[in-house]
């Protein structure tokens, strides 16, 4: 009989739950993305701002995860990386409506010339089809005179003549997904730089644009999906539903055990097994505890156990865990009193984090 029940997640409470988780990591991402498209006018730290608004997108989704109590580790993640990318495209969102925005107001008084030579008003909706149309060609890399004489047929609804070019006829409209692919396009094409504040930096081509830009999402999205997936997948009650408290009793097993015994013992509810290694000698280095987390609510709730290897790394005291999940009181109460019997040591209360 395995005695170490696997965590299971319980998923959202409610439907309206997981619409709040979204729109919550889409606001959030406009925001940080907002922030950092702002500062990138002046200055751009490739890596750093992208895992910047992973991280808050990511924090922003376990307030809500936590609170909302939606305890679904992928649709978590759908939610922060959907956020984590609406955070990255922001800066290439504003780029998009800025130089649209000057593209139409330099079309609007080319049409002054335009009513003057043919006596025709361009509509808004036409300067709006012409910059659609630009967009899309200059993304094409079309840059010759026929281009400029249909954006002039564009905007006035009908043939016309342009210099020595033949009688040029409107295109059929090429439409606003055009006109993104083709803007995205252009940025591509013209490539970035990298250097240092205040210096023209080093040109890496459009092939590195595009590598650059696939690395800083990754990132976003990254650590905003995984941030949201942690939360999710804390340890909840079945029954009450609430998460488990986040005090951490900790209990001395043993020296160093192997992953696979550790976690044999705990399958088979081997108390024995667990506390073989005890008493830790003084100079032991490396060794087992078992941390136990409790429902805050239902006494008789299974407990949350990880068995984590305690170790002294670069950064200190380090842990690594070897097996996780639920056990019942019971066995759990046998533990303690048989590591207790071992090796005399009080339950210490550890604050996660």
Known sequence: MNSLKPV??????????????????????????LL????????????????????????????????????????????????????????????????RAAVGGNLEEYAVTLKTDTGIQATDAAVSEAVDFLFDAWGAQREEPEVDAQMAAILIGEPITVGELPEQAPPP????????????????????????????????????????????????VGFAAFAARAEASEPACGTCKNWYSEEVAATVLGAEPTKAAAGAALERGDVAALVEGLPVPDDQKRFAALMARHCPVCESAPVYVEANLLFLGPKGTESKTLKRGFIEPALYTQIVVAANASYPQPEVALEQG
């Open 8 to 33: 299971r997640p319980l998923g959202a409470q409610e439907p309206f739950d997981v619409l709040l988780l979204l729109v919550s990591c889409i606001a959030i991402g406009i925001l940080a993305g």
């Open 173 to 220: 409209p090429v439409g606003t997904a055009a006109a993104v692919e083709g803007f995205v396009r252009m940025r591509i094409n013209a490539g970035t730089s990298i250097g240092n504040a205040g210096s023209d930096g080093a040109p890496i081509g459009p092939i590195g644009t595009m590598i650059l830009w696939f690395v800083e999402l990754s990132f976003t």
């Open 36 to 99: 950092a498209a702002g500062i990138g006018q002046f200055i751009w730290l490739i890596i750093l701002f992208p895992i910047g608004m992973g991280f808050a997108v990511g924090m922003g989704a376990t307030v809500v995860i936590k609170a909302r109590k939606v305890r679904a580790p992928l649709i978590a993640m759908l939610c922060a990386g959907l956020g984590g990318l609406v955070a990255y495209s922001m800066d290439l969102t504003l780029d998009y409506v800025r130089t």
